[in-house]
Structure formats: C-alpha cells, structure tokens
C-alpha cells in the first residue's frame, strides 16, 4: 500500500529551492521518493505558503530530499542543505537533517540537523548531486562531484555521503586523478 504526502511546507521549500523558475507539483511518497511535474504558471495562486517561500534564506544553494530514515517511533525523509556562506555563492557548506512526517499533518518537524563538518569552511563548491534512497527504513547516500581550493589551485573530487537513520554519517572524498595514456615502449627490431 502507497500512502502519499503533499505538505504544503515541504512542497513550498523544495519547489522555490530546488527549482526556481519553473512552478512544479511535488508528491512525496512515503517510501521517500518524489515525483515532481512541471504546471503551467497561471494555475498556481498564491497561497499560505508564500510566507515560507519568501523567509527561506537566500544563501540556501541547493536541497535533496529522499531516502527514509526510521529510528524509535519517528520516521520521515532525509534532508541535504547546500548552503553558501559566500556572496559569491561559491563557497559551500553541507548539512544533514532528519525530517519527521507525522501522519495526518502536514507541518514537516525538522527533528535532528547534523553539519559535515568535512565541509565546513573548506573553499568547496559541489556540482552533480544526486540522492539515492535504499527504500523504507534504511540509509541513503549522496554523490556528487566537488572542487576544492588548495592554496591557489582547485581540485576535483568525488563525493560519497552515506546517512544513516540516526543522523550519524560516513563521507568519502576521492581525489579526480586526470588520466594520461601510459606512453608505449618502442620496440627495436632484432636480428
């Protein structure tokens, strides 16, 4: 059986975050998936919800929510904030938070919020995140690519988060080595 969620807080922050110019109408399922369809702009009136969208910061770079976390009696999808402490917008830090769905409302309690401390106040900008949710009740890993300042330098990396349902986590960062073709030896004709 498929219960389906549409908070009009969760929707508000994911649609004015995740996508700016285009309006979408999210369905979170309750094993954590989305799906979002593009609407036509004319048919979406403002609602009670324009007070949340207005209030989110604008430093707030990029969310990704899915997987399912469950622990104890609260249960509900994983949260990633990519927040930018530059004006520039290309300095990020990157944050974890646990989201409680109870059933029968549609406030969206933001139950534990973890900072990857990896990330902070390290010159990193991501690129190409993606969430993977391994179904109800289990952890879930975000990948992506990021570029790291070293000096004067950047470097390219690999990313893989791994979340798991007590907000505890495990991140591995994989340097981009650039891939030269090994030089073939000559070889000199014998007689």
Request: aromatic fraction near 8%; proline fraction near 5%.
């Amino acid at each position: 059986m498929r219960v389906t969620l549409a908070g009009a807080h969760l929707g508000a922050v994911l649609r004015s975050v995740a996508v700016r110019s285009i309006p979408f109408a999210l369905l979170v399922l309750w094993d954590g998936s989305a799906l979002a369809k593009p609407r036509r702009q004319a048919a979406v009136p403002l609602g009670n919800d324009a007070g949340v969208v207005h209030a989110i910061n604008g430093n707030v770079y990029q969310v990704l929510t899915g997987g399912w976390w469950c622990h104890a009696d609260r249960e509900g999808p994983y949260r990633f904030i990519v927040y930018s402490n530059s004006k520039s917008q290309t300095e990020h830090n990157l944050y974890l938070q646990l989201l409680a769905a109870d059933h029968g409302r549609t406030q969206v309690d933001v139950v534990k919020t973890v900072p990857i401390v990896e990330t902070a106040n390290a010159s990193l900008f991501f690129e190409d995140l993606k969430l993977i949710g391994n179904g109800r009740c289990s952890s879930v890993v975000l990948k992506g690519n990021l570029q790291r300042q070293v000096g004067s330098e950047d470097r390219f990396e690999r990313l893989e988060l791994k979340a798991f349902q007590n907000g505890d986590y495990l991140a591995t960062f994989e340097s981009e080595v650039p891939v030269t073709p090994t030089p073939r030896p000559t070889r000199t004709p014998t007689r």
